[in-house]
């Protein structure tokens, strides 16, 4: 028998073993453009769609469809679904789900709305946003702020199961979508602010019950690190690699949740997804038992993971010791790109701490590490000398190192400011320009850290922080940057006043989509960043942007809802602390451009 | 009762108010560089220079610390919760220490919000009346936004009174 054959049955066997396979349904239907399936996109997370009938020269005629209000106040971040003739629309807490039928003006088909314990509410840690719906195999899966997993009917919008992830009295909370991927859900979990210890969960997307679940910290039982075979830049990563870089029992009170994206590569069988800040933000507080920095593992880094058992294939820590709260959980982008003069299978992440890496996501190799924003300061760059000891390092300056500066002092005029130089907000890639396309904050912060104790379900912080646009720069305070991850090179760069806080879209029409806080839809050229067409929506935009077709014509869909962190950091403005005592705030206030308010809004051609 | 008299009456009241603010920060009095209006109120102290009083400051760290993820920079209010700087307009400092330790909840058709009850967290509970000074200088119009460019040094008491609260943690 051939070889060949032979892993042919073997795969069929497997095939047969496990009957329902999600993976296939959102590969068959990510793959159509007419649909937009999961909150990415596609497995990629590269946010692109092959339409092309909404394109550069007629971009510009642009009319508003028809909309839809989510009867919601909320921020609103993620976006809709359009799974064949359906759109499903999501809101933030208390996380309703409507069914709206495309073929019948958007008429509800169905509501669903969870009742939930309001006390999750002030859990969690700046606003109640909610990430959104993913869909595969006639099944919506819903993962609420309460944590609780639901797989609707697709059709009907009536529970299949559901199932309870964490625990919202110690601070475990959702906001993230989640992961649809085989036989098996992948899901998340928030509440580093809380001292929560994060982990990511598979259930099985059939019956809900739990398969694995695999820790940011602890022992490699609990982690499901592989002493011999995880490996980290190029080198296994020993016995218990997060135990060794906490002092005591830190580790069990010590964040490192993972809110953010995940992506899939079928090819490899890995996931991916990035791990947030260890708690609390008082670095101090946090040293070894020498009062040195130590690098608590595996918080602020990229981890590549087996679907089917949670092993780690890989992991790479982008900010050891953190000391800004710079979270590691932005969008992993998958996308086959020459870097510096090679094809790779790349991995490219904008990471808060203001470096745009680019990795081989096969190995973990470290290809690229540059900063996207040049206001970036906390570190003079990461060293990418294999023979280093200090090899894939960030260097850490140390005027900007709020460890070094010490707890009751105030580390002034660190850039990024601890909302990043991009949040969760996610980037497109597109294969038509090879370029990435990042929707960016230019804010800086002074920060004072301070000790502070543990309680279950009470914040912990323990750091203050103010915030100011970027000085010597354009005065805003954010910008839309095309980003060449080949290279680590930014090519254009568009200012913004405010943060842009909305997921980018990029389209074959050669058309990029991206919102902006005061509310606008913008739309611009691929190629130099020159503004197309805007549209002032209902609110501030936080939510993503996404295309489908219907009826033959292009659609590009957005929800307004201002909110988020970016709506409490910049709702009031922002204060220069240079300016001085008796400065009235003097940067420009969210409050002064738009309110409150869930809308959808749908675009398509006159 | 004519209408007038019934304004002359709101006029005077006002005017008393206004007086009895006033008075507030003129007959108030200091223990160990913490300040208190003359019926016991902690308040706030700003000398002409702008040097705030220690626990002023510390309100300033602590707000920016637990409150300001949800009620934003400077109690100045976000999209997710109101600005303190407007309550404590008119809330006393009674109601506001009920409001922090037992939380409150509002349920509309359109709107659910909670704040939480944090009357077992140290690290709000033991600076209570430090956040309450810090933001009611705010709502007074004394402090402008930002971290206060001067202070006075933290007094032997605030660090005795620390160490108590947090019972040796």
């Known amino acids: 028998m051939h070889r060949h054959t032979l892993v042919g049955v073997l795969l069929g066997a497997a095939a047969l073993a496990v009957p329902a396979q999600a993976s296939k349904d959102v590969l068959d239907r990510s793959g159509d453009p007419n649909q937009w399936v999961i909150q990415t996109g596609d497995y990629a997370n590269q946010r692109y769609s092959k339409l092309e009938q909404i394109n550069r020269d ?14 919601v106040l909320r921020g609103h971040e993620g976006s809709p679904l359009v799974v064949g003739d359906v759109m499903y629309v999501h809101t933030p807490f208390p996380n309703i ?10 008429k509800i088909i169905w509501k669903y709305e969870p009742k939930q314990d309001p006390s999750v509410i002030p859990v969690m840690c700046c606003d109640t946003v909610y990430r959104g719906l993913a869909h595969a195999d006639g099944t919506i899966y819903h993962h609420q702020a309460d944590t609780t997993l639901v797989a609707l009917d697709a059709a009907t919008g009536k529970e299949k199961w559901k199932v309870v992830n964490g ?25 580093a602010e809380f001292g929560v210890r994060g982990h990511v969960t598979a259930y099985d997307a059939k019956t809900g019950k739990q398969l694995w679940r695999a820790y940011t910290l602890g022992p490699d039982s609990e982690t499901l690190f592989d002493p011999e075979k995880t490996m980290s830049l190029g080198k296994p990563v020993g016995k218990d690699s997060s135990l060794k870089t906490w002092n005591g029992d830190q580790w069990k009170i010590g964040g490192g949740t993972a809110w953010g ?12 997804y990035g791990t947030a800040n260890p708690s609390t933000w008082n670095p101090v507080q946090r040293a070894g038992a020498d009062g040195k920095p130590i690098d608590q593992k595996w918080t602020m880094s990229i981890i590549a993971r087996d679907v089917d058992t949670g092993t780690a294939r890989w992991a790479y820590q982008m900010t050891p010791f953190d000391e800004w709260d710079f979270d590691g959980v932005n969008e992993m982008i998958l996308a086959d790109i020459d870097v510096k003069g090679q094809k790779r299978k790349a991995l490219v992440h904008f990471d808060r701490n203001g ?23 906390w570190t003079s760059g990461v060293v990418m000398d294999k023979n280093s000891p200090q090899y894939g390092r960030p260097q850490v300056v140390s005027k900007f190192s709020t460890f070094q500066t010490g707890q009751d002092k105030n580390t002034k ?8 130089s991009k949040d969760q907000q996610p980037a497109a890639f597109s294969p038509r320009t090879n370029l990435f396309y990042v929707p960016t904050n230019h804010v800086c912060m002074d920060y004072e850290p301070f000790r502070v104790s543990y309680t279950a379900g009470q914040p912990y912080v323990g750091a203050t922080l103010s915030m100011f646009p970027a000085p010597g720069s354009h005065g805003g305070m954010g910008n839309f940057v095309a980003w060449d991850a080949g290279q680590g090179k930014i090519a254009w760069s568009k200012p913004e006043q405010f943060s842009v806080w909305s997921g980018a879209l990029a389209t074959a029409g050669g058309v990029v989509f991206y919102g902006t806080l005061e509310g606008y839809l913008k739309a611009v050229d691929e190629k130099d960043g020159k503004e197309l067409f805007k549209f002032k929506t209902p609110s501030g935009i936080i939510g993503n ?17 201002v909110g988020g962190w970016a709506g409490i950091g910049l709702a009031a403005g922002l204060t220069n602390p240079t300016d001085g005592l008796g400065a009235v705030g003097g940067y420009a206030a969210l409050r002064d451009y738009t309110a409150l308010g869930g809308t959808l809004t749908v675009f398509t051609l006159p | 009762m004519k209408p007038v008299r019934f304004a002359l009456i709101f006029v005077a009241l006002l005017a008393a108010l206004q007086v009895s603010q006033t008075a507030g920060q003129t007959d108030k009095k200091e223990k160990d560089g913490k300040w208190e209006t003359a019926d016991g109120t902690p308040t706030y102290q700003i000398s002409s220079d702008g040097t705030v009083d220690w626990y002023t400051f510390s309100g300033f760290r602590r707000y920016h610390s637990e409150c300001h993820v949800c009620h934003g920079p400077d109690g100045e209010g976000s ?6 700087i407007e309550s404590l307009k008119t809330m006393s400092y009674a109601d506001f220490m009920l409001a922090v330790a037992s939380g409150r909840e509002v349920v509309r058709a359109d709107k659910q919000s909670k704040m939480p009850a944090l009357g077992d967290n140290p690290n709000v509970m033991c600076y209570l009346d430090d956040i309450y000074v810090y933001l009611k200088a705010r709502a007074d119009g004394a402090l402008p936004r930002g971290r206060p460019a001067k202070r006075v040094e933290k007094p032997a008491t605030a660090d005795a009174a620390e160490k108590a609260c947090f019972g040796g943690k």
């Open chain 1, 167 to 191: 625990d919202p009295k110690k601070g475990e909370t959702n906001t993230a979508t989640v992961l649809p991927v085989k036989d098996k859900i992948i899901v998340g979990i928030s509440g």
């Open chain 1, 545 to 561: 942007v996404m295309t489908y077709s219907h009826g033959g014509k292009q659609y590009v869909a957005v929800l307004s809802g």
């Open chain 1, 413 to 420: 005029g660190v850039c990024p400011a601890a909302l990043g």
């Open chain 1, 355 to 377: 470096l745009g890496y680019t990795l081989d996501r096969v190995t973990g190799e470290l290809l690229v590490a540059e900063k996207y924003d040049p206001a970036v300061n």
């Open chain 2, 79 to 84: 999209t997710y919760a109101p600005g303190l």
């Open chain 1, 97 to 106: 789900v409507y069914a709206l039928d495309l073929k019948n003006e958007g």
């Open chain 1, 58 to 71: 007629n971009v510009k005629n642009l009319k508003v469809a028809w909309t839809f209000s989510t009867g």
């Open chain 1, 261 to 272: 994206w995940f992506s899939y590569d079928p090819e490899t069988n890995l996931f991916f």
